[in-house]
């Protein structure tokens, strides 16, 4: 396991003994954004040879968004014992008890009682990048055709394009968590099949263009997260297993 979760680090994540600073740096493009952002500086370059102007401005400023938004920093996954941390970027829109999703539910999943499920919100504006939200196996990778509703809406979890992903610690502990389309969201990348083993924080996927992650906790677990707050994927921590004490709040 230790050898396949250095694999899935850059030189820059790999803890060094004898380091005491580090250097801030541009996060790296991901390399499934690269190709758009060679469509758009093609496209750039075409309406700057033609002396158009008015289209080759707009165009650069839509090929900096692309590169932009398919930025992939490098992201510290938190020490302690049963951390739950966020598999997304974006905002807390949605805490409620439900039950599981059917493709994860069962004696070998998530069981059938209902649980709570903290839901992230991403705008075009926020990392895509998806992270494991704890280390282990992942069990289950599940895909669903759908619709494209606004990712914002409770239905979503039912109606739209989503991936469902079943990881389990080493512990025996199971996550689950799923990966919503949305408006905009037209295509859900994933990086990991069943049976890999993955660090806590890793990339498990992507999804382009505003989205949303739904993260199913164990049974007596509450949020250690708030409505309204602003969350980091592989970084904050939503939740300690076992730890029932609930965060309330809402941010104005």
């Known amino acids: 396991m230790a050898d396949r ?7 820059l994540e790999k803890p060094d003994v004898g380091t005491t600073t580090v250097r801030w740096r541009w996060p790296s493009v991901h390399p499934e954004g690269r190709k758009f952002a060679l469509i758009g500086a093609a496209i750039t370059l075409i309406f700057a040879l033609m002396a158009w102007e008015t289209l080759a401005w707009p165009m650069a400023g839509v ?6 938004f398919f930025r992939d920093p490098i992201r510290t996954f938190p020490r302690g014992e049963g951390l739950i941390v966020s598999p997304a970027d974006g ?3 949605m805490i409620a008890t439900v039950p599981p999703p059917r493709e994860l539910a069962g004696p070998d999943g998530l069981g059938d009682e209902p649980m ?6 991403m705008s075009v504006f926020d990392v ?3 992270r494991t939200p704890i280390a282990g196996t992942i069990r289950r990778v599940v895909y669903i055709s759908g619709k494209f509703l606004n990712a914002d809406l409770d ?13 389990e610690g080493n512990d025996g502990t199971r996550i689950g968590f799923t990966q919503i389309a949305g408006l905009v969201a037209r295509r859900i990348v994933p990086f990991v099949k069943p049976g890999d083993i993955v660090a806590g924080g890793q990339r498990i996927g992507l999804i382009r263009f505003g989205s949303r992650v739904d993260v199913y906790l164990p049974a007596g677990t509450q949020p250690r997260i708030a409505l309204g707050q602003r969350a980091i994927a592989g970084e904050t921590v ?10 309330y709040g809402t941010a104005l």
């Open 238 to 247: 939503i939740a300690r297993i076992g730890e029932a004490e609930r965060v």
């Open 5 to 11: 979760k250095n694999a899935d680090m850059t030189s």
């Open 155 to 167: 239905k979503a979890s039912e109606e739209n394009e989503r991936q469902h992903i079943l990881v």
């Open 63 to 68: 090929t900096i968004w692309i590169l932009a």
């Open 91 to 93: 905002l807390v829109t």
């Open 116 to 121: 709570t499920r903290v839901s992230i919100f």
């Open 128 to 130: 895509h990048i998806n």
